[in-house]
């Protein structure tokens, strides 16, 4: 995975899952950063996961590659 695909799947996963304007900004802002924080997205991301995450492999993905 390269980091714009990381890029990309996060983006879709904040697009996705994250409803609160507040969080999504600032985790829409992490993303941007040259050095993507990975490890911090996903632990900010995971209340947002909770429950059914059609995404599951993706975040497995992400956290295989970048964790």
């Known amino acids: 995975m390269t980091m714009d695909e990381l890029r990309t799947h996060f983006r879709l996963l904040i697009k996705d899952y994250v409803d609160e304007p507040t969080a999504r900004e ?15 997205i996903l632990e900010e991301l995971t209340p947002f996961l909770s429950g059914v995450v ?6 497995g993905d992400i956290a295989f590659h970048f964790c």
């Open 26 to 40: 600032h985790l829409l802002a992490l993303v941007s950063r040259i050095d993507i924080p990975a490890k911090a």
């Open 54 to 59: 059609t995404d599951a492999k993706t975040v």
